[in-house]
């Protein structure tokens, strides 16, 4: 539970300095990535020094030296593929990072992918918001019929593609993620 509540507060940070000033800094990132790894490092030679239970320990959030190593690979690795190939901010793929180096590769890539739910959902909200329900589909429906008259999409006008790319947060995603994670609120289908 200790290292949950350190995640969350790393995050509460993020998702500040994400919503006011669109960054996520380094100085959360980097310390929790080196924070999570020297708690789960500590715990594994805690474990194999004293004779300490490791249930005792998994309590307090220790998922050990090697899965918070694989989930810090694992987590940084696919946010770098998104940052080459999409226009994915470096301080996310850092966070997602920290984020497998706290939870592990499963719950770490599971929470990453509740980022990814949640970041879209709020992504549509904006953009439904900031164009209107009703004038957002009509442009869609205008598109579809272009394209099914003349057989090719019409190319957007630089005033509709600023329309239909809302900025989104990912870090307060991250942190209802790994609310959503960590204590199990939507269970396995």
Known sequence: MVVTVLLLGLLLVAATTDVRRHKIYNWTTYPGMILALGLNGLG???????????ARLESLGWIGLAPSLVGLLACGFLL??????????????????????????????????????????????VL???????RLLG??????LYTLRLGQWSPLSDEQRAQ???PVF???CALVAVVIVRFELIGAV
């Open 164 to 166: 239909l790319q809302p």
């Open 170 to 172: 990912l870090a307060p």
């Open 80 to 125: 770098l593929v998104c940052f080459v190939l999409l226009k994915v901010g470096g301080g996310d793929v850092k966070l997602m990072a920290m984020l497998g180096a706290f939870l592990g590769p499963e719950k770490g890539i599971e929470a990453m992918l509740w980022t990814f739910v949640l970041g879209a959902c709020l992504a549509l909200i």
């Open 44 to 54: 594994t030679i805690v474990l194999g020094t004293t004779g300490i239970d490791a």
């Open 128 to 134: 439904v918001w900031r164009v209107g329900p009703l």
């Open 139 to 144: 442009q869609i429906l205008r598109q579809m």
